[in-house]
């Protein structure tokens, strides 16, 4: 990757406050103003003795990674082949493909420290335990970050415009959040939804972050889930990529 294009990236993105304040302070904004409501401070045996706030902890890491590989990535890389960056960058020795790794590196990297600063909020905020399968819970993290921008850049590959892709987000934006669990977490849903939502990237994840923050090894079902789609939808978009 050059280092000079992952800096360019960078700056490029902090330089959209909708951007920042979508991926980076959303998600742990949406947790404070839950976690402010008495009733998701107590107990709920619904969820297994949990408080709802515990619970949205890993729907609040979700969010972030939804919102960089769902609507911020595609409409970048969309908007850099519209401007005709990617057709210059042809003419120079920089290989497009570094900008494409530049830009998915930003947005990880983002995403992770959304991630990052809501575990730390809900801790000293209201006291919801880190996750006690640290391991487990980085090893599901990084491949829901993997799987969240390989739609990003399936979702890039097969928009012609910065419109389309905003369309495309969008109609795949709602149904990740309801499989992450935004409105009804994935453990309360009736079995059978459950079950299928579990074949989503986003309903795996959920499952398998709820499972390593409670100190259990994620199953290998969920991870494996995880795995296929990020495999998967990396090869539609190096399959349907256009550079210009």
């Not at 998915?104 to 880190?130: E, N």
């Not at 849903?189 to 398998?208: K, S, W």
């Not at 499972?211 to 296929?228: M, N």
Request: proline content about 7%; overall charge positive; hydrophobic content about 55%.
């Amino acid at each position: 990757m050059n280092t000079a294009v992952l800096r360019t990236e960078f700056r490029l993105f902090r330089r959209e406050p909708g951007a920042v304040f979508w991926i980076l302070l959303f998600p742990t904004l949406l947790l404070v103003i839950l976690g402010s409501i008495p009733s998701f401070r107590e107990a709920d045996p619904s969820l297994g003795g949990l408080r709802p706030v515990d619970a949205y902890v890993p729907v609040a890491v979700l969010i972030a990674l939804i919102m960089s590989g769902v609507q911020s990535l595609p409409q970048v890389l969309t908007g850099h082949r519209e401007r005709g960056v990617l057709r210059r960058m042809r003419l120079t020795p920089v290989r497009p493909s570094a900008l494409l790794s530049a830009e998915m590196a930003v947005q990880g990297t983002v995403a992770l420290g959304s991630a990052l600063l809501a575990l730390v909020v809900g801790r000293t905020a209201f006291g919801v335990a880190l996750p006690r399968q640290p391991a487990g819970y980085l090893l599901a993290l990084l491949l829901t970050t993997a799987a969240a921008l390989a739609l990003g850049s399936l979702v890039s590959a097969v928009s012609r415009t910065t419109k389309i892709a905003g369309a495309i987000g969008s109609a795949v934006f709602f149904p990740m959040m309801f499989c992450a669990g935004v409105w009804l977490p994935v453990r309360e849903m009736p079995d059978a939804l459950a079950r299928v939502v579990g074949l989503t990237p986003f309903g795996a994840a959920a499952r398998a972050l709820d499972r390593a923050a409670a100190g259990h090894w994620p199953g290998w079902d969920h991870l494996g889930v995880l795995a296929v789609w990020a495999v998967l939808l990396t090869a539609g978009a190096a399959r349907w990529f256009r550079w210009e």
